[in-house]
T-cell receptor, first 114, second 115 residues
């Protein structure tokens, strides 16, 4: 079983829609959870960083972590064409190999149509 | 704008060339990273430096040689690369390498093509 699972999509929505992006994970040692946005041919940009379970809101973005279900989500409200990008979940804690490093999901490619 | 600066943005090299990628950050971060990213794949960790010491080497071939001259600079020296090494090379930094301050900030990347 992979440590982090993320549906690669692609996901296509109309402008103004609410977008829900999700990841599941298997390693209960993960404690720190991040969402990155990556535009084509650019480096990943940190969007949200959360520690342990709960919600965090930043403008149109809300990150949720449910450690009991090993499930994290990113919600985008009032989506805009400029939100079109690949969204990568990432999490950190002791990996199955014993080291502490960031583990990425495969990324979900999102397109918001005007 | 990202506060992690990578140069060059694009690099084309032959298999016998020697070149270097450079990364700089001035956020006072003490952990720096090199990642490799192929098209439509997530970044793959190559090296981690913590307080200027190499702490993680993900079994990267010796044709990639990292160097951390000081806490703000990170280099990746390239020698005798193969065409399959063509990828986007990303530098990242974090306040510390572990614990709650571990969120990574990435640069724009150096796109490498090996002919």
């Amino acid at each position: 079983q992979k440590e982090v699972e993320q549906d690669p999509g692609p996901l296509s929505v109309p402008e103004g829609a609410i977008v829900s992006l999700n990841c599941t994970y298997s390693n209960s040692a993960f404690q720190y959870f991040m969402w990155y946005r990556q535009y084509s041919r650019k480096g990943p940009e940190l969007l949200m960083y959360t520690y342990s379970s709960g919600n965090k809101e930043d403008g149109r973005f809300t990150a949720q972590v449910d450690k009991s279900s090993k499930y994290i989500s990113l919600f985008i409200r009032d989506s805009q064409p400029s939100d079109s990008a690949t969204y990568l979940c990432a999490m950190k804690g002791r990996t199955q190999g014993g080291s502490e490093k960031l583990v990425f999901g495969k990324g979900t490619k999102l397109t918001v149509n005007p | 704008d990202t506060e992690v600066t990578q140069t060059p943005k694009h690099l084309v090299m032959g298999m016998t060339n020697k070149k270097s990628l450079k990364c700089e950050q001035h956020m006072g971060h003490r952990a720096m990273y090199w990642y490799k990213q192929k098209a439509k794949k997530p970044p793959e960790l190559m090296f981690v430096y913590s307080y200027e010491k190499l702490s993680i080497n993900e079994s990267v071939p010796s044709r990639f040689s990292p160097e951390c001259p000081n806490s703000s600079l990170l280099n990746l020296h390239l020698h005798a690369l193969q065409p399959e090494d063509s990828a986007l090379y990303l530098c990242a930094s974090s306040l510390r390498s572990g614990g709650p301050t571990g969120e990574l900030f990435f640069g724009e990347g150096s796109r490498l093509t090996v002919l």
